[in-house]
């Protein structure tokens, strides 16, 4: 469950990136931010998929509440 919300983040933060509808209107310094943190995005992501631990902590950190 929690990879796939990983992929729809990174999924819609392409998205606004491309500046594809709905998010054809967001400012340039915007999609300037969310390039940046798409590039921090992938970099953790990369290093979730080669260690499950990560997944595995994040399933189990008790901040993190899912239904």
């Known amino acids: 469950m929690l990879a796939r919300i990983?992929?729809?983040l990174?999924?819609?933060l392409k998205s606004i990136k491309r500046r594809d509808p709905p998010f054809d209107t967001i400012d340039a310094n915007i999609v300037k931010a969310i390039d940046?943190?798409?590039e921090k995005f992938n970099e953790y992501y990369s290093l979730m998929k080669s260690?499950?631990?990560?997944f595995i902590a994040t399933v189990l950190d008790p901040r993190?509440?899912?239904q």
């Open 10 to 12: 990174q999924a819609m």
């Open 51 to 54: 260690n499950d631990i990560y």
């Open 6 to 8: 990983y992929i729809q």
């Open 64 to 66: 993190i509440k899912t």
């Open 36 to 38: 940046r943190g798409l």
